[in-house]
Every structure is written in C-alpha cells, then in structure tokens.
C-alpha cells in the first residue's frame, strides 16, 4: 500500500474509479521471493529454524517438508513422515500433541506448554482464506489435498513463547541438519503452489557427529548442565518472590488453568485486585439490611395509607416502589467490584526480544468526524498527531480518519498533520514527553525540564513549539477559507473538483497519507499508516450514522491491513498515554486470558471541565464505581471512545466455549462404578473421535467440490485455555450473505490473528477498499444486524457492547495510573443536558427494540448481574416520570397542607430512619471501596435529579414519538457569546426547551416553602410540627436542583426573559389553581357554623 498513490475516489454501484495522483504513478513493488528449499507437500519455501539452519521435520531421511506441514500432519494426520513412515517426533518450538508424553529426549521449557490453538486457528485461516481468493489446488504425490489450501503458509507462527527458543545453544549443536541444498541456494517462494516434480538432488542427511548431535540433548552434556543450572535459579527466585508477596500476586482466577510460571516472561500479563475484604464485606452486609429495611418500610406504607390525601399517597407508594426497584438494577450489579494491574515489562519480555522483531499484535486505530465547523481541525489533529507518536511498533499502527462529512477542510489538515508528524513523532520519542497531543502538551502548567537530561531538550524544544504554532496558523487558515464555499464548489490543486462538493451525493474516497513506502521522519524513521476514509453516500440510501461510518472503517481497514484488534476514538480524544495500547495487549495478548476477551473499556477522562465539575460531567461515580463492579461479573459496558476491540468479536462469531475439566473418580466408590464410568467414558471418546473423523472426511468431500469453506477456528484448543471448541465449516454463500460481496474481505474475516493476503496487489486492495465503502454493500447482509456495530439506536456503543456479551465475549475495565485518553467535555448547562438527552433517547430506543435485555439474548453467554446492569442502563430514562411527579409532591403538600404519611408511630420513625441511615452508609462505604470523593458522589446525585427532570424526561416523550409515530423531533440549541476566560462556556447561556421543567419545580418548590410557613405563622404554634416534614421534602429538591439554579442565573444574573416568563406562568397558574381548590383559611377549633338560609330577625 503505497503513501503517494494520491486520493482514490469511486463508486462500485456506478463501476468508476479515478485516482488522482500527487507526484505520479506510484511505483508497485512485488513481493520479496524467499530463499530456501522447496516442500514436496505444497510446493511452498520450506523455511528456516530460529537458530537460521534449514527446517527439517524428520531427522531419519531428511523428506523436505515445510513447519506448516509438519505442523498440520501431527496435529491432523497420522504424525509419520510421507517417506520413510517415521512418526514426527516434536521438534523445538513446536506444541505437543497427543503421544509425544513418551517422549523424553526433547528439553524445551520454552514450549512445553505451548497450546495449538493460536497457531492452529491462524495456518487454516490462512489456508481458507486464500483458498476463497484462488480456488482449491490440488498436490502431487498422493498427499491429502487438505495440505494445500494456502497460497502462503506463515512460517513465523505466533506461539506462547512467540516460537523463539530462549536457550543458548549454539547452532551447531543442534540434531541431524540435512546437508542438502538447492540447485543455486535460492529456492523462490511461489505464489501458487504447484506440483512438486523430482527433486534435481537427492536428499542426504549427513552422518551423526556426536560431538554436536548428542551434546544437543544428551543429559551428561555441558549444555544441559548449564541449562539446569539457569532453569534451578529461576525457580529460586521465582519462590523467593512469591514467599516475600504471600503468593497473593499469583492468584489469577479461581477457574484457570495453572501456568507453570518459570521465569518472569512466562508469568501472567495481568492480574486482578480484589477489593479488600474489611471494605466490601461491611458494604455487602448493609446491602442486605438495606433491603430488609426497604421491606418492613414497603410494608408500613402500604398498609397505612391517608385518607384525607389519598391521591397524594398512592402516586407517593408508586414512585417509592419505582425507586427500589432501580435502586436493585444499579446496586446489586457492583456486587463483585475489583481492580486490575498490568505488567507492561513482562509484555516485552514475551514479544519483544533484543535483537529480534516485535511480536506484539497489530492495531488499527479509527477516528471518526463528521461536521469539521462543530469539531475543529485543529483537535482531529491533535487526536492524529497523539496517535502517530503512541508508544508501538510504528509497523503495526495503522491510523483511519473516517471524514462522514466528506469535508475537503478535513482532508487538506490531515494533509498538514501527516507533514508536521513528521517533526513531531520523533520529538515525542526521542525525549518520552507525555502526553503526545502538542496541544495538550504544550499547555501543560508543570516543570517541563523534569527528568530532562539531555542538554538538547530545550532547544529543540523551543523549535518544536515555534513549528507547532506554524502549524496552528496553517489550520486556522484552511478554517477561514472554509468558511465561504465557491459557487462552483472546491477544486484540489491540480485544478480536479473534490469529488465531496455534495455532502449527501459522493463517491467513496481513500488516500493513504503515511504508508510503507512515502511515511518517514525527519530521521528517516517509518512512520505508522494514516489513511484518509470517506464512505459512499448516495440518496434513498440508510447510512446510519456513526454505526454506519464505523462499520466502513472496519471493512476498510480488514481489506488494507486487517490487525486483529481495532482501537476506536472521538475525534476529540487523544492519547494521553503512549502506552495505553501495551495496557490493552497485556489483556489481550495474555495467553490465560485473551482468547475470551471481546474488547478493553479505558475510562474516559476529561480536560478544560472547572474544579467543582458542577454538571458531574466527569462522571466519576460510573466510571470508578459501576465499572469496576461489572468487570468483577463479566466486564464493563462499551461506552463509545477509548476502546480496544477484538476483530472476530465484531464479526458476530461466538465466543469460545471453554470445556470443564474431567471429574476425578472417587477411591470410595465400587469396582463396578469405577469400570462403568470408563466404560462409559472410552465410548463417549470413541463415538467424538468417530464423528470427527466423519465431520473431517465430509469437509473433505466438500472442499473438493469448491461448496465449503473452513471457519477461522481451531478444533478443539485455544491458547491458554483448553477444550475450546469452534465449528468446522461453514458454507461460503452463508459467508457472502453475511459479509457482503467482496472476496477479499470475507476472506480476511477467516484470519483471526489478522494479516492481507499477500497475493493481492496493492491496486486491487484499493479497488477493493472502494467496494467494501460504497453505500448499497450492506444491503441484505448482516452488517448492524449481528456484525460489527450494531444498528437502531443513536447510542450504538451500548447496543454493540450487548451483543458481544450475548454471544459470551466478556469485557475488561482497564484504569492504568496515567489516563490512556483524555477528550473535551460540554461544561456548559445546555450543552449537558443535550448529551444527555442523546443517551437517553438512545436507551429508550434499546427499550423499544427487540434488543432490549428484559427479553432478548436468553440462552446465551450473558450472566445474569450483567443483565441486571444493562436493564438498568435501558429503562432508566423512565424514572423521570416519578421523579417529576415526587418533586412535585412537596409543592402540592405544602399548598394543600396534607402530607404523603399519616402520623408516624413509635414503630414507623424507626423504619424511616433505619432506612436514611442505611442510604447514607451505602454511600460512605461505596466512596470508602471506590477511593471517589464526596464532593463527586454529590454532584452524581445532584445531576441524577437535574437530568432526570429535564433530559430524560423529554428522552421519554421523543422516544415513544419516534419510535411508535415515527415523527423525529429535534431540540435546537442557540449560542450566545461568553466571556473570554477559562471557564468562559460555563457561564453561556445557550436557550433550549429542556430548561423549562426543572424551573418550573424549583419556582413552585419555593412558593411551596413560603406559602407553608405562611400558613404556619396565620394558624398557630400547632402547625409548626407538622410543616417540618414538609419542609424538608421541599429542601430535598430545592438543594438537588441547586447547581441548576446557578447556571439558570449565570455568573451575572442573565437569565434570558423567555425563561422567566415561562416558568413564573406555570408557577402561577399551578399555584392558583390549588387555592382555588383549597384556598387559605385560617384553622379554627370550635364548631363548624353554617349559614341555615332563615331569617332569624
């Protein structure tokens, strides 16, 4: 994939494709041919061994055979040698499998327990999806044709230990090394295999010398001696460290596997934390007597209701009950709250050895933005910028701008910031600064010189601030020119009209900014891939939004690179770590764990919000509280930003089903049980053997007639995790109905540890890239169905996030020391309150759907707390309804003068205090386990009731008119101008509709308070005993509300007149209805006189 290819704009609908060039053809490399001896299975290079000697299977005749070969024919076959019928004995780095446990000749810690799983899964991707490209190909010599589906097997497979031997023995004394070679020492890797024909030289392995082939494994060898040596001290301090931590460091999860934990490169990536027990035991065992209380509570309030305020009583039970029961749904699910550690050092110890090529993972990273006049340039930038200089092998980085609006604004700054990274990345990695967004960086209020040391920093500093701001200037210039649109549209600098003039009628474009070939730094470093997107648009065509855009990324990115994880991003989130990605592979990379794992949540964390964070826009309560309890039950929900994702996961492929392991027989038990369970046992092993052989042989049958595809799995292990079982075919017209149409990408959904297809050209890919993005290729497939990001809700992160859970996937919350992203959120009032409005309407829509949890997913992998956790996040936009109604309720008690609660007995005080008291200890020990502080928690409380009131209260009513009438009502918002400091937004007033309802309750809340104490005052001291209950039910509102209050009136009282007006008429009317209801007449004690209508004169 070449950088200077230029933009390549088409449409497969229409069959055009245009690529306009930036400095000519672009010269298309081949592939580089390998040199080696040929198999005589598949005809491919047979390779070399990590130690750089020819790789040779069987060591009694020499037969050429490729590891791939090797690899399948013990594993699949009948583990002997085409030639000389040897059985293959297991060779260094490779995994065992069955009838190798008599083997004792071979020392080899490093593999020994290494699983077939990976290695497996990705040679028959490989196989099948290449095959999907060519075609079947047949073999010569009478061999399974099922070897030879794959163009190119991978020689480097990625195992446990990466497949590299960590000993220190020499090369040459290995065993047997067959002296042949080829005819010129250079055997070319062919593209299409074919038939192997006799070969010009004869194999002859050379004659045993015992003075290397036995020093190789003999016990009495120096070797072996210094081997031992090495392996007996790491055990030491392996026991030393274990003993000094109490083994607690160890414990990983009670339902894994032991890992034989030899040195520090083998031991686990991460581990989990449990809270302490002196903190959540106390917080569960106030749990429970809070729902005791809440009992005995329920219990005296329905069975004493108030006659004389009847109504006021029962809608007062309703919206109590309603409250308990939301209050089950979001505690019960942080339950089993934990925290994680990750052990970045013992990821590079694993994939990255000194002298060897990283063995990390692949990551796509995608960014997405729509309108570049409502997210300014300047911020993808900074975004662009962060990602470019993470802390990764720059080749296995490939950045995606999906730009929805088709924007040349957006195109020509990422031109300008693929120029100025290539300043930047290597100033970023050259002194380790943090975080790597120059914005951000530069703005940082700190000692920059600390832990500085070269004396260069400040200088180059200095430059680097000057060029920044140059950048800057540029930006802003493209921002000013953007503002006015020529008549005639925009034109690029060859004078070629930018084929997105219209917004809702272009083709898709690509252009590769950074690539292989054209992305290098100011030091002659490579630098990762940036590619610019922007999907197909078309009228009468659903584009779904940003599930829509994301979606294109993913087949975009799966056609021109495919890595096997994707991290996506806001526009306006950058990096803040440049080791977030390292945080997520110790998750994913973890041989114990990341078989299971579907994606990494990050916590999203904010700059530019103000110090008391009035509007809870940090929302530390979710994010440190109810996080952490759904990681300890099966992981967090998706959110939107700041997430790592598994590619197969997205696919809508199961996740892997992990076998229980076999039960012991007990001693105690009879001889005829005993003989009966084996009995029973080798027939159950016989009958599953007996159908494998059977599912193989049809399969064959299958591929020969070109009917069957093999699925990207492996039968029967996964890494780290054994007895994990997948299917075995599928049909590949059920691929193609599911993926859509494009060979190249449904074969690239077969390679679960990702990787292209090496026969394809890089103009093919970009064609096919063409295709994958035009508007109509999701038609009748299951793209928003059951693949990729879900569709049918603007809230598509947590729709996505459900399904994957549904499927049996579980999630990790990841919350390293230092934030991994950090994004702008809206501190002002409306702002707020329309995102908050958006998830809302999101949740309603989920609700209303056939995805909503109470019913859908059933049978799955789903436990049972998390579906309590993603009940909670649908239906909680429907507690506005009780909560407006129980705000209004002091109101109405203190101008009617009657109360929701008779007068309480001895008996009765007891539960409603037993019950304020447990609300308060459940909040202290949450904050005490969570380390959140109580300013936080309040201002969560506060904006509970402030959006609850307002947001979702109109996230209910748009919902239900959009979703049963189909009417889509839109709440606008209008700007005005704030003053020019810090915090100025916080402080503008920006007029929407959603105000209305939390100002009316404050308003009649407050006539409420004045009236009753009016009322006191004109009827005695008898009437100040029971104002106080309702006093303090007003104040409970009033004192919610209050940071609303503050942004209604803004720091110079500029509460715009519309709002007053409103509010105040509500108010007024509200009121004077009640008094002419009840009108305000002073109590007597005396007996009631009546007017009889005679004249007593």
């Given at each position: ?12 609908n229409?069959?055009?494709l ?14 580089r ?22 790789f040779?299977a069987?060591?009694?005749c020499?037969f050429?055979?490729c ?6 024919e013990?594993?699949?076959g009948?583990?002997?040698c ?8 297991r ?18 810690l ?13 040679v ?37 230990t990466?497949?590299?031997m960590v000993d220190?023995?020499p090369?040459d ?16 890797k ?7 024909t ?7 392995p ?42 607690k460091d ?25 809270v302490?027990?002196?903190?959540i ?16 509570f329920?219990?005296?309030?329905v069975?004493h209701?108030?006659n004389?305020?009847?109504?006021l009583?029962?809608v007062s ?12 749904l ?6 089993l ?8 050092d013992r ?14 993972c ?13 997210e ?17 092998p ?7 701008v ?12 990422l031109?300008?910031?693929s120029?100025?990274?290539k ?27 600390k ?8 200088k ?32 690029m ?6 084929p ?17 070939s ?6 002659g ?19 779904h939004?940003?599930?829509g855009?994301?979606n294109a ?22 990096i ?18 990341g ?5 990494v ?29 759904l990681?300890?039950?099966?992981g ?8 790592v994702?598994?590619?197969?996961a ?7 089903k992990?076998?229980?392991p ?25 009958t ?18 070109g ?21 075995s ?25 990702g ?12 064609k ?11 038609d009748?497939t299951e ?8 569709y ?16 049996g ?23 707020r ?12 829509e ?11 997913g059933?049978?799955?992998?789903l ?9 909670n996040a ?21 101008l ?13 005080s007891?539960?409603?205090?037993s ?16 380390g959140?502080?109580?300013d936080e928690?309040w ?20 919902g ?35 105000l209305?309802p939390?100002t ?9 308070v004045v ?7 004109n009827n ?7 104002l ?9 509102v009033?004192?919610h509300?209050y ?8 720091r ?34 005396g ?6 209508g005679?004249?007593?004169n």
């Amino acid at each position: 994939m070449e950088a200077s290819a230029g933009l390549v704009a088409g449409s497969h609908n229409r069959n055009e494709l245009v690529v306009i060039r930036r400095d000519g053809d672009p010269t298309m490399r081949t592939p580089r041919h390998l040199s080696g001896q040929i198999c005589h299975i598949c005809g491919d290079d047979v390779g070399l061994t990590t130690d750089g000697e020819l790789f040779v299977a069987c060591n009694e005749c020499a037969f050429p055979i490729c590891r791939t070969c090797y690899e399948y024919e013990r594993r699949e076959g009948n583990q002997v040698c085409p030639q000389c019928k040897t059985r293959f004995k297991r060779l260094k780095g490779c995994a065992r499998v069955a009838g190798d446990d008599e083997e004792d000749d071979i020392d080899d810690l490093e593999n020994e327990f290494n699983f077939e799983g990976r290695m497996g899964g990705n040679v028959q991707r490989h196989l099948a999806a290449d095959r999907m490209i060519h075609g079947p190909i047949n073999s010569g010599l009478g061999y399974d044709p099922d070897l030879t589906r794959a163009a190119h097997p991978f020689p480097n497979l990625p195992l446990l230990t990466n497949g590299e031997m960590v000993d220190d023995i020499p090369p040459d004394q290995h065993a047997l090394v067959p002296s042949y070679m080829g005819a010129d020492g250079t055997g070319g890797k062919r593209i299409h295999p074919l038939h192997f024909t006799d070969p010009s030289h004869p194999v002859q392995p050379r004659s045993m010398d015992p003075s290397k082939d036995l020093a190789a494994y003999g016990y009495g060898s120096v070797a072996w001696k210094e081997r031992m040596e090495s392996w007996k001290q790491k055990q030491e301090r392996f026991h030393m460290m274990k003993n000094e931590k109490g083994g607690k460091d160890l414990d990983y999860d009670e339902d894994e596997p032991d890992l034989p934990l030899m040195d520090e490169a083998r031991q686990p990536l991460s581990r989990k934390l449990p809270v302490s027990s002196s903190q959540i035991n106390p917080y569960r065992m106030i749990i429970i007597i809070r729902l005791v209380v809440l009992g005995f509570f329920f219990h005296y309030r329905v069975t004493h209701p108030v006659n004389d305020a009847f109504a006021l009583w029962l809608v007062s039970v309703i919206c109590e009950i309603w409250f308990a029961i939301s209050w089950i749904l979001d505690q019960f699910p942080k339950w089993l709250p934990i925290e994680r550690e990750t052990y970045l050092d013992r990821l590079s110890l694993r994939y990255e050895k000194e002298g060897r090529p990283s063995q990390l993972c692949p990551v796509d990273i995608y960014v997405s933005t729509v309108d570049p006049l409502k997210e300014p340039p300047l911020v993808t930038a900074n975004t662009v910028l962060s990602i470019l200089a993470v802390d990764y092998p720059v080749d296995k980085i490939s950045c995606y701008v999906s730009d929805d609006g088709a924007a040349m604004l957006t195109f020509e700054a990422l031109s300008e910031t693929s120029e100025f990274a290539k300043k930047w990345v290597p100033f970023c990695k050259k002194f380790s600064i943090e975080p790597r967004a120059p914005e951000w960086y530069f703005a940082q209020k700190m000692d920059y010189l600390k832990d500085k040391v070269q004396a260069s920093f400040v200088k180059e500093r200095r430059a680097m601030k000057r060029e920044y701001e140059e950048f800057k200037v540029r930006i802003n210039a493209l921002v000013a020119k953007a503002q006015k649109v020529p008549e005639e549209g925009w034109t690029m600098q060859d004078g070629t009209l930018w084929p997105g003039n219209n917004v809702r009628d272009h083709p898709g474009m690509i252009q590769v900014f950074l690539g292989q070939s054209g992305g290098h730094d100011t030091d002659g470093n490579e630098l990762p891939r940036l590619v610019y997107v922007s999907r197909e648009k078309r009228p009468g065509f659903n584009h779904h939004k940003k599930a829509g855009a994301m979606n294109a990324l993913v087949r975009v990115s799966a056609v021109l690179t495919n890595a096997p994880y994707m991290l996506n991003l806001d526009c306006d989130h950058y990096i803040n770590n440049s080791k977030a990605l390292r945080e997520a592979m110790c998750f994913m990379m973890d041989p114990m764990l990341g078989k299971r794992v579907c994606y990494v949540q990050f916590p999203q964390r904010f700059d530019g919000i103000d110090r008391n964070d009035r509007y809870a826009n940090r929302n530390t309560v979710f994010f440190d509280i109810n996080m952490k309890g759904l990681d300890g039950i099966q992981g967090p929900i998706y959110v939107g930003t700041g997430c790592v994702f598994r590619r197969q996961a997205l696919y809508g492929i199961n996740a892997p089903k992990t076998k229980k392991p076999p039960t012991r027989t007990c001693n105690c038990l009879p001889k005829w049980v005993y003989c009966g369970c084996c009995c029973s046992g080798r027939s159950k092993k016989k009958t599953k053997s007996k159908n494998k052989s059977e599912l193989k042989k049809r399969s064959l049958d299958n591929n020969r007639k070109g009917e069957l595809l093999a699925l990207p799995a492996s039968e029967g292990i996964e890494e780290g995790t054994k007895g994990v079982e997948y299917e075995s075919v599928i049909p590949q017209h059920k691929l193609e109905k599911k993926f859509g149409q494009s060979p190249v990408f449904v074969a690239s959904t077969l390679l679960e540890d990702g990787g292209t297809l090496k026969s394809a050209s890089p103009a093919s890919l970009l064609k096919e890239a063409i295709h994958v993005i035009s508007c109509g290729y999701e038609d009748k497939t299951e793209w928003g169905k059951e693949v990729g990001w879900i569709y049918g809700s603007v809230t598509e992160d947590i729709l996505t996030g459900f399904k994957m859970h549904c499927h049996g996937w579980r999630s990790i919350y990841c919350i390293p020391p230092r934030p991994a992203f950090k994004g702008s959120a809206p501190i002002n009032l409306s702002d707020r309150l329309h995102q908050v409005l958006r998830w809302a309407l999101g949740s309603i829509e989920i609700f209303l759907s056939r995805h909503c949890p109470i019913w859908y997913g059933y049978g799955g992998g789903l436990k049972w707390l998390e579906r309590l956790s993603y009940i909670n996040a649908t239906i909680y936009p429907w507690t506005s309804i009780p909560l407006l109604a129980y705000c209004t309720l002091p109101a109405v008690c203190l101008l009617t003068g009657k109360f929701i609660t008779p007068e309480l007995s001895n008996v009765a005080s007891l539960w409603f205090i037993s019950l304020f008291i447990c609300i308060f200890a459940t909040g202290i020990l949450e904050m005490r386990w969570s380390g959140v502080g109580i300013d936080e928690w309040w201002r969560n409380e506060q904006f509970w009731v402030i959006g609850g009131v307002s947001a979702h209260l109109f996230a209910v009513f748009q919902g239900l008119l959009k979703v049963l009438a189909g009417v889509d009502t839109n709440f606008t918002v209008t700007s005005k101008a704030g003053d020019d400091d810090e915090f100025s937004e916080l402080y503008a007033f920006k007029w929407t509709t959603l105000l209305i309802p939390p100002t009316t309750l404050l308003i009649i809340n407050i006539i409420g308070v004045v009236a009753g104490v009016s009322n006191a005052i004109n009827n005695g001291y008898d009437s100040w005993g029971p104002l106080f209950g309702k006093l303090f039910f007003a104040f409970w509102v009033i004192v919610h509300l209050y940071p609303f209050l503050k942004g209604l009136l803004g720091r110079q009282n500029r509460t715009p007149t519309i709002i007053i007006v409103w509010s105040i008429l509500l108010a007024s009317i509200f009121s004077l209805l009640w008094v002419r209801v009840d009108p305000f007449l002073a109590k007597s004690g005396g007996p009631v006189l009546e007017e009889c209508g005679l004249d007593c004169n």
